[in-house]
């Protein structure tokens, strides 16, 4: 579908929601008129009131459109100046691609490229245009595959497809900010009916009375219902708009694929669904696990890190699985995207185009300087509370936040000594205490402070034991690793291949894994119906 047919579908679309609108708005107005014209002035005041409730949320559609809500990724700007092998390998690629290049490139944290364009009179004037690159794509990829992904970006230029997003996205998010506000008053309606029926239940209960059960299916039905034809028009429009933005994408790999190669772009479809998992893992269990405990890695490697786990062995060996296994996402009528194994398919699919087969470059080559770069692009995507976080090297910062969710995860446990009237005040103390009060039978008392599910407050004796071994296990094993830190000198390593481990100091000392089983037996054993404690006080001593 070409530019023109695909604007005059976006314009009659955003018509139809317009019509919508003032057909729902014109009820109301007659309505009102008729009621002022017919009915008691207390009634007319009573409909007016109401219609204009129901009214709100669709004048506030139509009147925010145009509006954006400044949700333009954030980016680090690169110049010309600065990175002219990255500019002077973007404008080639607009030149190949037949487009004009872009203004401005920006540097990300996602992994993902995209292009936005300024454009004017609803995208039928062209504008400012904007290069955003994921810098975990520079990390990841090769230059090739980079290249592959500029070009399919710089095709949507080409095909005008970022002018219509002025009518099309725009026009959605009316759509969208509708029934979103009808669900916003529903909500409030729920809300109030919930807290009135909440405070007439405790009064009956102060009174000793039964309270009745809360039931609020009513509440808010009447901007459900007006909802409804609105939600009904959104999934018309997003069926339509969405269908065509999957033509457009593989028409931009076509592109891709002419101008940066065949197998360089279904290679690069690839590595970024693989990319795209490392880059989770990364941000999840690297980058910000010290976030909790006020750390951040050393300036540059939040975002730069990712280099790390990329070259770990073991990692290499577990992605390159991957990239065997295509994503086998369901197929949605509102999916933007088509599937990438159907991309990939229709890529390798076209006709082998024998394209030079360079050296594969790291594309982070394109970029000088790039300790800098990272530095910078952290001052850009972070938050200013993020930003003034303490910076720590990798293993400190391994150490101290697995030290800050050992101590979180034991604090049940500690809480339940000091209820008991056994704790110490340091975990070494207080292993030894709670090993005394399982050495005395006392063990399942203290056991007893725990919180508990109101399942498990219900059930005596044996059950009720069962119900609480696990939450103790867990406690204990973390109390254990809190003393073997402090009384040991031991610490979590860093790993770029597995989960942290608790290490012993020391060239002797015996491998985290040997440790950590010894740990669950020693605990299996302590909080057994006959507790053994001795192995725990061996292992406590190390």
């Known amino acids: ?61 139509v009147f925010a459109f145009g509006r954006t809500d400044g949700d333009e990724k954030a980016g680090s700007p690169v110049t010309e ?9 973007v404008r080639s690629l607009a030149e190949r691609s037949g487009t004009r290049p872009p203004d401005e490139i ?97 009064k009956a209960v102060r009174k000793g009375k039964k309270a009745k059960e809360i039931n609020t299916r009513g509440a808010g039905i009447s901007y459900r219902m007006m909802a409804k034809p609105f939600q009904a028009y959104a999934r018309c429009y997003l069926r339509a708009t969405q269908s065509v933005g999957r033509q457009q994408e593989l028409a931009a790999d076509r592109v891709a694929a002419r101008v940066a190669g065949r197998d360089a772009t279904a290679s690069a479809l690839r590595e970024i669904a693989v990319l795209d ?32 786990l990329l070259a770990d062995p073991h990692r290499r060996t577990a992605l390159a699985e991957l990239r065997g296994e295509l994503p086998s996402a369901e197929v949605s009528p509102y999916d933007s995207h088509p599937p990438v194994a159907e991309r990939v398919r229709m890529i390798e699919a076209l006709p082998d185009d024998a394209a030079a087969t360079d050296p594969a470059r790291p594309a982070l080559t394109l970029l000088r300087d790039v300790e800098r770069v990272l530095v910078e692009l952290e001052g850009a995507v972070l938050t200013p509370e993020a930003l003034a976080l303490e910076r720590v090297d990798w293993p400190e910062l391994t150490h101290r936040a697995m030290y800050a969710l050992t101590e979180e995860a034991a604090e049940p446990l500690r809480t339940a000594l000091a209820e008991a009237g056994v704790a110490t005040g340091s975990a070494a103390g207080d292993l030894s205490a709670l090993l005394d009060a399982a050495d005395a039978e006392r ?51 860093l790993s770029w291949s597995a989960t942290s481990r608790l290490r012993l100091p020391g060239a002797s000392a015996p491998d985290p894994e040997d440790i950590a089983e010894a740990v669950t037996v020693a605990v299996r054993a302590a909080v057994a119906d006959v507790p053994d404690t001795a192995p725990l006080r061996t292992l406590a001593t190390h």
Request: charged letters at 20%; glycine letters at 10%; a positive charge.
């Open 81 to 89: 100046a600065e990175q002219p092998e990255l500019w002077r390998t």
């Open 443 to 493: 063990l399942w008392l203290i056991a007893g402070h725990l919180p508990k599910s109101p399942e498990a407050a219900r059930a005596t004796g044996r059950a009720a034991r069962e119900f609480l071994r696990p939450a103790l296990a867990a406690g204990v094993t973390r109390l254990t690793e809190l003393a073997l830190v402090e009384k040991g000198g031991a610490y979590w390593e």
């Open 277 to 308: 998992a490392a880059h989770d893992h990364y941000m999840d269990r690297y980058a910000t696990s010290g976030v909790q405990a006020g750390l951040l890695p050393p300036r540059g490697e939040v975002c730069g890190g990712l280099r790390h």
């Open 1 to 61: 579908m070409g530019a023109s047919p695909r604007a005059l579908r976006a314009l009659v679309l955003l018509a139809g929601f317009y019509l919508l609108a003032f057909i729902v708005v014109g009820l109301f107005v007659t309505v009102d008129v008729v009621a002022w014209t017919r009915a008691p002035g207390l009634a007319a005041v009573k409909v007016t009131v109401f219609s204009a409730l129901l009214g709100f949320p669709v004048l506030r559609g």
């Open 106 to 202: 920006l540097l990300t944290g996602d992994v993902n490229a995209a292009v936005s364009e300024d454009a004017r009179l609803l995208g039928l004037l062209p504008g400012r245009r904007r290069l955003h690159i994921g810098m975990p794509l520079l990390i990841g990829l090769t230059e090739q595959q980079l290249r592959s992904v500029i070009a399919h970006e710089l095709a949507h230029y080409g095909n005008a497809d970022t002018r219509l997003a002025g009518i099309t996205l725009r026009g959605r998010d009316s759509v969208l900010r509708t029934v979103a506000a009808f669900q916003e008053q529903e909500q409030k309606r729920i809300g109030k009916e919930r807290s009135k029926q909440q405070r007439a239940a405790d």
